[in-house]
């Protein structure tokens, strides 16, 4: 459960196909209006994110700063009869509203995750969709990018040292792949892309989950890169994984 922080700030709106709520940071947006979330009012400012994910996301270049703009879409089975409408069961349990408070909880924790700015929801009876606006991290590449570029040169340490911290702080995250981890130049490392996480107890059985789901992803993204590499690479940030866990990261 995260808790309500003070410096958001909520704005109701109605729109086309129904009515629905902003929720945004009042320390960065002085006022949020739907428009933040359309692609199309954005115009030449928005520019269509080109890897990883299901589409549905967009570069801004906003007056406030580079920001990320992602609509919530569906995958697998359930996207074949709806690809972006969710069961609505309550605004704080909308998809949107819920990765906004977890991301601004972990930031308040002192994680290196990007400041989350705005999200929003449409109800339109017993369904909702649903967008959140990101800030944008500069200068940064992927997990995935890094190590079809770098092989074992890729920053495999401090992909384990950064998964047990939030570890550490009981964040289960529901996608861990190589597309959610970046690094700057430095080495520097952040998460991203915390919709369905959650908080809790740290428990091992959830956090070998974690890290299941990030191997079979490294698989998955190899490339041409033999399947004795990712293997070996993985161990590397596993045993980083493990030392920083034992020494309460």
């Known amino acids: 459960m995260v808790a309500f922080d003070a410096s958001e700030a909520l704005t109701p709106y109605r729109a086309e196909s129904g009515y629905g709520a902003i929720l945004f940071d009042r320390e960065r947006l002085r006022q949020a209006g739907a428009d933040l979330f359309s692609p199309a009012a954005w115009g030449e400012r928005a520019r269509p994110v080109g890897s990883g994910g299901r589409g549905g996301a967009w570069f801004v270049d906003a007056p406030f700063g580079p920001a990320v703009l992602r609509h919530y879409l569906r995958g697998g089975l359930a996207a074949r009869f709806s690809r972006d409408a969710y069961l609505w069961r309550g605004a704080s349990h909308t998809r949107s509203f819920a990765e906004f408070r977890l991301m601004r909880e972990l930031l308040g924790r002192g994680l290196p995750v990007p400041r989350?700015?705005?999200?929003?929801?449409?109800?339109?009876?017993?369904?909702?969709?649903?967008?959140?606006?990101?800030?944008?991290?500069?200068?940064?590449?992927?997990?995935?990018?890094?190590?079809?570029?770098?092989?074992?040169?890729?920053?495999?340490?401090?992909t384990g040292r950064l998964v047990a911290r939030f570890h550490?702080?009981?964040?289960?995250?529901?996608?861990?792949n190589a597309h959610n981890?970046?690094?700057?130049?430095?080495?520097?490392?952040?998460?991203?892309?915390?919709?369905?996480?959650?908080?809790?107890?740290?428990?091992?059985?959830?956090?070998?989950?974690?890290?299941?789901?990030?191997?079979?992803?490294?698989?998955?993204?190899?490339?041409?890169?033999?399947?004795?590499?990712?293997?070996?690479?993985?161990?590397?940030?596993?045993?980083?994984?493990d030392l920083a866990w034992k020494r309460g990261c």
């Open 181 to 241: 981890l970046l690094f700057d130049g430095n080495g520097r490392g952040w998460m991203i892309d915390f919709d369905r996480g959650r908080l809790r107890i740290p428990a091992t059985g959830w956090r070998e989950g974690n890290l299941r789901r990030l191997l079979r992803s490294l698989h998955k993204l190899r490339g041409e890169r033999d399947q004795g590499e990712v293997e070996a690479d993985f161990a590397r940030l596993r045993r980083a994984y």
């Open 168 to 176: 550490r702080e009981g964040l289960d995250h529901a996608d861990l």
């Open 116 to 158: 989350p700015l705005a999200a929003s929801y449409v109800r339109d009876g017993f369904q909702y969709r649903a967008a959140i606006l990101l800030e944008r991290l500069m200068d940064v590449r992927s997990l995935a990018d890094r190590a079809l570029v770098a092989g074992n040169g890729a920053p495999w340490e401090e």
